[in-house]
């Protein structure tokens, strides 16, 4: 190598550098743009959740500080973008106002709209709620819906109900928690015999 040519090498070195550092840049902003949620989101498919959680519980309080409902499950599954969560085998306590009792719902799986404290619960859904004369009633059906913001819980599925005095039947029913009325909407059949259902107690 000549000494012309050993000149130059640094410049040729320097010139190289100032040609790499664009690119490096443009890669660099490349790479950012790659962490953006909503191609991280594509990439993912719309199935696929943001994050789950094991072992997780929603809770939610009144204006007064009391607690108003609490939703647990071994698994959940969140799709942020769309603020709902997927529940397996949820359990739910949704509490009187006046009283703090529980009414206590299990289902098989369940789907949590958080913005809008919406639970849509399905297959295998059980209520139970403590009744003034000291027994428990049992609400069984396929599909409910349970809204914590105006304490109501509704389906248009088919319900049992049952306590240790009477089964009752129906299509379609809805309940005012607060207030503690089921209002059955169509086809109801009501067995009652406190004599045979008290004895088997």
């Known amino acids: 190598m000549s000494r012309r040519d050993r000149r130059r090498l640094p410049w040729l070195r320097l010139v190289g550098l100032a040609l790499s550092l664009p690119v490096l840049a443009f890669l660099l902003w490349q790479t950012?743009?790659?962490?953006?949620?909503?191609?991280?989101?594509?990439?993912?498919?719309?199935?696929?959740?943001?994050?789950?959680?094991?072992?997780?519980?929603?809770?939610?309080?009144?204006?007064?500080?009391r607690r108003a409902s609490m939703i647990e499950s071994p698994r959940i599954e969140q799709f942020e973008s769309r603020g709902?969560?997927?529940?397996?085998?949820?359990?739910?306590?949704?509490?009187?106002?006046?009283?703090g009792i529980p009414w206590r719902v299990t289902a098989r799986?369940?789907?949590?709209?958080?913005?809008?404290?919406?639970?849509?619960?399905?297959?295998?859904?059980?209520?139970k709620r403590p009744l003034p004369n000291g027994g428990e009633g049992t609400?069984?059906?396929?599909?409910?819906?349970?809204?914590?913001a105006e304490r109501t819980?509704?389906?248009?599925?088919?319900?049992?109900?049952?306590?240790?005095?009477?089964?009752?039947?129906?299509?379609?029913?809805?309940?005012?928690?607060d207030d503690r009325i089921v209002d059955l909407h169509a086809e109801v059949e009501s067995y009652y015999d406190p004599v045979t259902r008290g004895e088997a107690r």
């Open 153 to 177: 819980a509704y389906t248009e599925a088919p319900v049992l109900i049952t306590d240790q005095f009477s089964t009752t039947r129906g299509i379609g029913m809805k309940a005012w928690i």
């Open 139 to 148: 609400m069984a059906t396929e599909v409910l819906t349970l809204n914590n």
């Open 109 to 127: 799986q369940g789907e949590f709209r958080e913005n809008e404290s919406i639970l849509e619960l399905e297959q295998d859904v059980v209520i």
């Open 32 to 65: 950012d743009e790659a962490r953006d949620p909503l191609d991280a989101q594509a990439l993912r498919g719309p199935t696929e959740p943001d994050s789950f959680v094991v072992n997780g519980r929603f809770l939610s309080f009144s204006e007064q500080g």
């Open 84 to 99: 709902l969560a997927t529940l397996v085998t949820p359990e739910a306590e949704i509490y009187d106002r006046e009283t």
